[in-house]
């Protein structure tokens, strides 16, 4: 029994269930916070942001409420089809991993990405101080992932308007993660691989196995690939086999001493094999 189903035995019945529903309640709260007001006020949704959003140093500072504030942070968009589509998709991906896993292992994955995340954001402060502010949106990117793990198949509406496999969207998101860890600053990489983090430890054996078996396939069909096709009959006279003339009728000769094949020019006009 793997350490997951050993917890989940003893952890399970204090499993929060519907944390996606409380999550995206929160999430639309404090995105209607941000955007409530005179619509003039075009800086009020950033202020907020960076009131509750995680800064090591302001939680050092005393500001505790940061550790707790900082996963309700929606993406920051005046584009109402936009924000909805996102809403939309985070409670489709949050709701299907749960009946899927059950309450207690997506409880696990989000709190392996909180946990990553602040460990992350605290250490890019020591590496790079004045780095700016860490939210959750790596997290719920690797919530994505996992939902396309485990439906590469599932069509979604892009936009409610265009259908899409979600396992090419998911490619894409992986190829920009890596473009972040070659290219981007080191806040963007270690938030990167605080996302992976979680997405590794549920999905990290199956992928290694899923290697380790498409490596052996390659080999295998390397192998029939260079092995000499068999040749299943060949007249003992003209050398002709029944790979160069497939249609053609070979027939064995009862006289000849062992087993020897006559294409039908020779079968009947050959010099017998004794013994």
Same mark, same amino acid.
């Given at each position: 029994?793997?350490?997951?189903?050993?917890?989940?035995?003893?952890?399970?019945?204090?499993?929060?269930?519907?944390?996606?529903?409380?999550?995206?309640?929160?999430?639309?709260?404090?995105?209607?916070?941000?955007?409530?007001?005179?619509?003039?006020?075009?800086?009020?949704?950033?202020?907020?942001?960076?009131?509750?959003?995680?800064?090591?140093?302001?939680?050092?500072?005393?500001?505790?409420?940061?550790?707790?504030? !900082?996963?309700? /942070?929606?993406?920051?968009?005046? #584009?109402?089809?936009? %924000?909805?589509?996102? &809403? $939309? *998709?985070?409670? =489709?991906?949050?709701?299907?991993?749960?009946?899927?896993?059950?309450?207690?292992?997506?409880?696990?994955?989000?709190?392996?990405?909180?946990?990553?995340?602040?460990?992350?954001?605290?250490?890019?402060?020591?590496?790079?101080?004045?780095?700016?502010?860490?939210?959750?949106?790596?997290?719920?990117?690797?919530?994505?992932?996992?939902?396309?793990?485990?439906?590469?198949?599932?069509?979604?509406?892009? !936009?409610?308007? /265009?259908?899409?496999?979600?396992? #090419?969207?998911?490619? %894409?998101?992986?190829? &920009? $993660? *890596?473009?972040? =860890?070659?290219?981007?600053?080191?806040?963007?990489?270690?938030?990167?691989?605080?996302?992976?983090?979680?997405?590794?430890?549920?999905?990290?054996?199956?992928?290694?196995?899923?290697?380790?078996?498409?490596?052996?396939?390659?080999?295998?069909?390397?192998?029939?690939?260079?092995?000499?096709?068999?040749?299943?009959?060949?007249?003992?006279?003209?050398?002709?086999?029944?790979?160069?003339?497939?249609?053609?009728?070979?027939?064995?000769?009862?006289?000849?001493?062992?087993?020897?094949?006559?294409?039908?020019?020779?079968?009947?006009?050959?010099?017998?094999?004794?013994?």
């Amino acid at each position: 029994m793997s350490l997951l189903n050993r917890l989940e035995k003893r952890l399970g019945p204090y499993a929060l269930p519907n944390i996606t529903l409380w999550f995206l309640l929160g999430q639309v709260m404090v995105y209607f916070a941000q955007y409530a007001g005179p619509l003039a006020d075009n800086g009020r949704g950033m202020r907020i942001a960076e009131r509750l959003s995680l800064i090591p140093t302001e939680v050092l500072a005393g500001e505790w409420w940061r550790l707790a504030t !900082f996963p309700f /942070l929606a993406p920051l968009s005046q #584009w109402p089809l936009l %924000i909805l589509f996102y &809403f $939309y *998709l985070f409670y =489709l991906i949050g709701t299907t991993l749960e009946n899927v896993w059950g309450a207690f292992r997506l409880n696990v994955f989000l709190l392996l990405g909180y946990v990553a995340t602040i460990a992350a954001a605290f250490l890019t402060e020591a590496i790079q101080p004045g780095a700016g502010a860490f939210t959750y949106e790596y997290v719920y990117g690797s919530m994505f992932l996992a939902f396309a793990r485990l439906f590469p198949d599932f069509e979604m509406m892009l !936009f409610f308007i /265009l259908p899409v496999k979600i396992k #090419w969207l998911a490619r %894409i998101q992986w190829f &920009f $993660y *890596l473009l972040t =860890l070659v290219l981007g600053t080191w806040p963007d990489r270690l938030m990167v691989l605080a996302a992976v983090f979680n997405f590794v430890v549920f999905f990290g054996r199956d992928i290694w196995r899923d290697a380790k078996y498409g490596h052996r396939r390659m080999q295998h069909k390397a192998k029939t690939l260079k092995a000499p096709e068999k040749v299943a009959h060949e007249c003992r006279v003209c050398g002709l086999t029944s790979a160069m003339a497939p249609k053609a009728s070979f027939r064995y000769c009862s006289q000849c001493a062992g087993q020897c094949c006559y294409c039908p020019d020779h079968i009947r006009d050959h010099e017998h094999v004794v013994e």
